[in-house]
Every structure is written in structure tokens, then in C-alpha cells.
């Protein structure tokens, strides 16, 4: 496989990934963390870091954007619950 299909083949890997984690909203970051230790804001994280390595700049929120659908305050009020007890404490279990 030439690296440009390779290319193409990890950025449509990465779109079905967020349209995966689009259509399913009531999976929780929190529950991304404990099971994975990433989130969605930890990709929005690497896509900024990812773009500044190339010299393209992008910002927080916009990162956020992308990788949620929408703006994220937008996203936390309709989709983010109340972390529960149990889920902090696997949190904190994890993190050690």
C-alpha cells in the first residue's frame, strides 16, 4: 500500500471513529476515560497537537468542534450527565 492511500484510508478510519462516537452521545467522557483513558477532549488535544506539528494553527474550541459535531457547550448541555460517585471513584482508582 503507497503511503497516500495509507493516508486516506487513516483519515476515513478517523471520521467513521467520530461518527461512531457521535452516535452514541450517552457514552460518557468519563466512561471514555476509565475504560480507555482518552476522551473526546483528549482528541480534540491531539488533533491541535497533530495540526501544530504541520504548522497549521487551530484552537481549542474548534478542535472540540470537530471532534464533537458541535459546539462543545452544546454538546455538555444536551449530552454530558452529572458524573456519578462510582464513576469518580473508578476515575480516581485509575488514574492512581
Not at 480534540?44 to 457547550?73: C, F, H, N, Q, T
Request: net charge negative; with cysteine.
Amino acid at each position: 500500500m503507497n503511503s497516500e492511500t495509507q493516508q486516506e484510508i487513516e483519515a476515513a478510519t478517523f471520521r467513521r471513529f467520530l461518527k461512531h462516537l457521535d452516535d452514541h452521545k450517552e457514552v460518557q467522557n468519563i466512561d471514555l476515560m476509565i475504560l480507555a483513558d482518552f476522551c473526546r477532549n483528549c482528541l480534540s488535544k491531539w488533533y491541535m497537537a497533530e495540526a501544530a506539528e504541520r504548522g497549521e494553527s487551530i484552537d481549542y474550541d474548534a478542535a472540540r468542534e470537530l471532534v464533537y459535531g458541535m459546539p462543545y457547550s452544546e454538546w455538555k448541555a444536551s449530552h454530558q450527565l452529572e458524573a456519578t460517585p462510582e464513576q469518580m471513584a473508578a476515575y480516581k482508582e485509575r488514574r492512581g
